[in-house]
């Protein structure tokens, strides 16, 4: 951080604030703390007649490789709206929100996954600027090794060793850098 967004300063300290346990940028001037914390990613795991739809990603990072429709959340949007939305920008797609599916932790890169399952209306998709090619998979056919972010992997496992669960759950998982 090279300045204080708050009154412009470039005379910004990095220290523990009084009553905290963690570094932090802050402005002597204003006496402003900059806390920075982790992104929120939304998503959809879309299913169609027991399909799974992925996108191949038409952008950086990641370009070329199979993706479950994510992105960052938006301020001002609820984590379902944005999964929908992310949905519907990747793919044209729509569907419903059957209910919370995942939680992946990517605490090295300062990012949470939240993705959704979600029925889709239809087998109606577009391809968008941000997806070159969709497709629905079988399980089977699932392209793991060409999986863009293990945050996808490990929601699509998930769903499928829970698919025919009458009692479905949220899992919870952390990518572990090595």
């Not at 863009?148 to 952390?174: D, M, Q, R």
Request: with cysteine; charged share 20%; hydrophobic share 35%.
């Amino acid at each position: 951080m090279n300045f204080c967004s708050h009154c412009g300063s470039s005379d910004l300290e990095f220290k523990i604030p009084e009553g905290d346990n963690r570094l932090r940028h802050i402005c002597p001037s204003c006496g402003t703390i900059h806390y920075q914390n982790p992104r929120v990613i939304v998503g959809s795991v879309p299913i169609w007649e027991n399909k799974i739809m992925l996108c191949r990603r038409n952008i950086e990072p990641r370009f070329g490789l199979w993706n479950l429709p994510s992105g960052f959340l938006e301020n001002g949007e609820t984590v379902e709206e944005g999964a929908l939305r992310e949905l519907k920008e990747e793919s044209m797609a729509e569907g419903e929100i059957l209910g919370l599916h995942s939680l992946y932790n990517l605490p090295h890169a300062n990012q949470v996954y939240v993705h959704f399952l979600v029925a889709l209306n239809s087998n109606y998709f577009e391809l968008t600027p941000e997806s070159s090619e969709i497709e629905f998979f079988d399980p089977p056919n699932i392209p793991y090794s060409d999986m863009a972010f293990s945050s996808s992997t490990f929601s699509i496992k998930k769903y499928l060793e829970n698919v025919h669960s009458t009692n479905p759950k949220v899992h919870i998982g952390t990518y572990v850098k090595s």
